[in-house]
């Protein structure tokens, strides 16, 4: 089955406590991303790669560090998480100009 | 800065009504558009791509609409159903073909 995974699903933390949200997808996508979403500010792009290697900074990009080293993955690193990181985490993938797939969603609270 | 707007907010209608939901984006060199919908707490539900070069998609009760030039799309809902209660989401990918713009959603709800 055509899917993005992401884990964990759910995850309380402490601020300053390194943390990783991981991200695959089996469709060989070139395209990935990540993005967060907050009531009333919608979905906003953090980072998007558009192959291995190959990343770039979407809208919110500060505090948030991304890697690319093979093609399925597109883990999110939050090097030192702080309260204003508590969001719901969204990965997606997509090949160029197709339709975009979305993982079902990472709810990240720092405390 | 790309800028999109979905109107309205919030619609309320009872089963069977035909319905149209608005999305405007503010720079018309667009790739494409993607409309979504999204159930509370869950991910989200592509619907229907438009390419930039298209005027219109379809897929059973729902169409959807560009007009590139003016910045508009509207997605209609045919013979609408409780089932169809969700948000719906418009986003825009941009002419480089990275970059995705989000409007913040409207949330529909079907009443039986």
């Known amino acids: 089955e055509a899917q993005v995974t992401q884990n964990p699903r759910y995850l309380i933390t402490v601020t300053g406590k390194k943390l990783t949200v991981t991200c695959s997808q089996n469709?060989?996508?070139?395209?990935m991303s990540w993005y967060r979403q907050d009531p009333g500010l919608g979905l906003r792009q953090i980072y998007y790669?558009?192959?291995?290697?190959?990343?770039d900074k979407g809208d919110v990009p500060e505090g948030y560090k991304v890697s690319r080293k093979e093609k399925r993955n597109f883990p999110l690193i939050l090097e030192s998480p702080s309260p204003n990181q508590t969001s719901l985490y969204f990965c997606?993938?997509?090949?160029?100009?197709?339709?975009?797939?979305f993982g079902p969603g990472t709810r990240l609270t720092v405390l | 800065k790309q800028e999109v707007t979905q109107i309205p907010a919030a619609l309320s209608v009872p089963e069977g009504e035909n319905l149209v939901l608005n999305c405007s984006f503010t720079?018309?060199?667009?790739?494409?558009l993607q409309w979504f919908r999204q159930d509370p707490g869950k991910g989200l539900t592509s619907l229907l791509l438009?390419?930039?070069?298209?005027r219109e998609q379809t897929s059973g009760r729902l169409n959807a609409s560009l007009d590139k030039s003016s910045g508009r799309s509207t997605l209609y809902i045919a013979a609408s159903q409780p089932g169809d209660s969700a948000t719906y989401l418009c986003?825009?990918?941009?002419?480089?073909?990275?970059?995705?713009?989000f409007g913040e959603g409207t949330q529909l709800t079907v009443n039986p």
């Open positions: 997606a993938s997509s090949s160029p100009g197709y339709t975009q797939y």
């Open positions: 469709m060989n996508h070139e395209y």
């Open positions: 790669s558009m192959n291995v290697e190959v990343t």
């Open positions: 720079d018309s060199a667009i790739y494409n």
């Open positions: 438009i390419q930039s070069s298209q």
């Open positions: 986003a825009v990918r941009g002419a480089s073909g990275s970059r995705l713009t």
